[in-house]
């Protein structure tokens, strides 16, 4: 029976389909990798790869094998975490998926604390769409998530902050003055549910679509382009500082001239709230941000 460093072998050979690239990861040359892969091949009586100048393709039999070990490693990680939950202090890997705005924006000063605090805890981090975090949580990739908007979701919930949304532009400074200029609305690309509040925002004020717009894949991009006079564009107060000079940044009301706001939740599992990685990360976080409102 194959060993667990022979599973991650083949587990990170089916990852990259590339020899190369599988070395690489491995730390070892790929005349040794190869060798090592025709003594699992042997083991298991049949072949799992069949090599290419493309790369690597799996072979039926392999298709059956990776899924096995896959499910393998899965389960030595669950039981290590468990372990690591039995001993006295923070340790173990914390895996969290975050909505891209918030990793760039507001994530980073609270991992330092946690890093600086839990040295002997490890991070692994993967940022995205809110819908691809909620993806990532209901395939078990995660212990926790952060997302924006409001969540469809039955497991544990906590909700971080909400920030509010801004007109942002170099010239404008009333809402209504949008009807009056021919420079673009920037809009960055995002979940459908933050572009139709926007959009629904936009119908109830003006009534009409805007004169010309500009979309790009960054929010980043979108915050430079409108900082340099580019166009106007609508941003949430989570990419905006004070340190912004001669920008002006107009609130946004809804209908009952409320301020538009766009909420942050943490989500996860009860089972992942058991770990104390995650106990940890959680209870820093709320730390954060009591911290935050009170400067």
Same mark, same amino acid.
């Given at each position: 029976?194959? $060993? @667990?460093?022979?599973?991650? !072998?083949?587990?990170?050979?089916?990852?990259? *389909?590339? *020899?190369?690239?599988?070395?690489?990861? !491995?730390?070892?040359?790929?005349?040794?990798?190869?060798?090592? @892969?025709?003594?699992?091949?042997?083991?298991?009586?049949? /072949?799992?790869?069949?090599?290419?100048?493309?790369?690597?393709? !799996?072979?039926?039999?392999?298709?059956?094998?990776?899924?096995?070990?896959?499910?393998? +490693?899965?389960?030595?990680?669950?039981?290590?975490?468990?372990?690591?939950?039995?001993?006295?202090?923070?340790?173990?890997? +914390?895996?969290?998926?975050?909505?891209?705005?918030?990793? %760039?924006?507001?994530?980073?000063?609270?991992?330092?604390?946690?890093?600086?605090?839990?040295?002997?805890?490890?991070? $692994?981090?993967?940022?995205?769409?809110? $819908?691809?975090?909620?993806?990532?949580?209901?395939?078990?990739?995660?212990?926790?998530?952060?997302?924006?908007?409001?969540?469809?979701?039955?497991?544990?919930?906590?909700?971080?902050?909400?920030?509010?949304?801004?007109?942002?532009?170099?010239?404008?400074?009333?809402?209504?003055?949008? !009807?009056?200029?021919?420079?673009?609305?920037?809009?960055?690309?995002?979940?459908?549910?933050?572009?139709?509040?926007? %959009?629904?925002?936009? *119908?109830?004020?003006?009534?009409? $679509?805007? &004169?010309?717009?500009?979309?790009?894949?960054?929010?980043?991009?979108? &915050? %430079?382009?409108?900082?340099?006079?580019?166009?106007?564009?609508?941003?949430?107060?989570?990419? +905006?500082?004070?340190?912004?000079?001669?920008?002006?940044?107009?609130?946004?009301?809804?209908?009952?001239?409320?301020?538009?706001?766009?909420?942050?939740?943490?989500?996860?599992?009860?089972?992942?709230?058991? @770990? /104390? %990685?995650?106990?940890?990360?959680?209870?820093?976080? /709320?730390?954060?941000?009591?911290?935050?409102?009170?400067?």
């Amino acid at each position: 029976m194959s $060993s @667990l460093s022979e599973f991650q !072998l083949l587990s990170v050979l089916a990852q990259e *389909m590339n *020899m190369r690239k599988a070395s690489e990861r !491995l730390f070892v040359s790929q005349p040794a990798l190869s060798q090592r @892969l025709q003594t699992i091949e042997k083991e298991w009586g049949t /072949k799992l790869f069949i090599r290419s100048q493309k790369g690597l393709a !799996l072979t039926p039999a392999g298709e059956h094998v990776i899924e096995f070990v896959d499910d393998v +490693l899965k389960k030595q990680e669950k039981v290590h975490e468990t372990i690591y939950s039995l001993q006295s202090g923070v340790s173990g890997t +914390l895996k969290i998926a975050v909505a891209s705005i918030v990793g %760039q924006n507001w994530l980073p000063q609270v991992l330092k604390k946690f890093i600086d605090k839990y040295p002997q805890a490890k991070i $692994s981090l993967v940022t995205g769409w809110s $819908s691809e975090i909620l993806k990532c949580l209901y395939d078990d990739q995660v212990h926790i998530g952060i997302i924006r908007g409001t969540p469809d979701w039955k497991g544990v919930k906590v909700h971080l902050f909400h920030d509010p949304l801004y007109l942002v532009d170099r010239e404008i400074t009333k809402p209504e003055e949008v !009807l009056n200029t021919d420079r673009p609305f920037i809009q960055f690309k995002s979940d459908s549910t933050y572009y139709q509040e926007i %959009q629904d925002w936009w *119908m109830r004020n003006f009534k009409t $679509s805007p &004169k010309r717009t500009v979309v790009v894949d960054q929010i980043e991009t979108c &915050k %430079q382009m409108a900082f340099n006079g580019i166009g106007y564009a609508i941003l949430p107060a989570i990419t +905006l500082t004070k340190t912004e000079r001669d920008i002006f940044k107009i609130p946004l009301v809804d209908e009952n001239n409320e301020p538009l706001k766009r909420d942050t939740w943490l989500l996860g599992y009860e089972s992942a709230f058991q @770990l /104390k %990685q995650v106990q940890a990360f959680v209870e820093l976080i /709320k730390e954060h941000i009591a911290e935050s409102s009170d400067s």
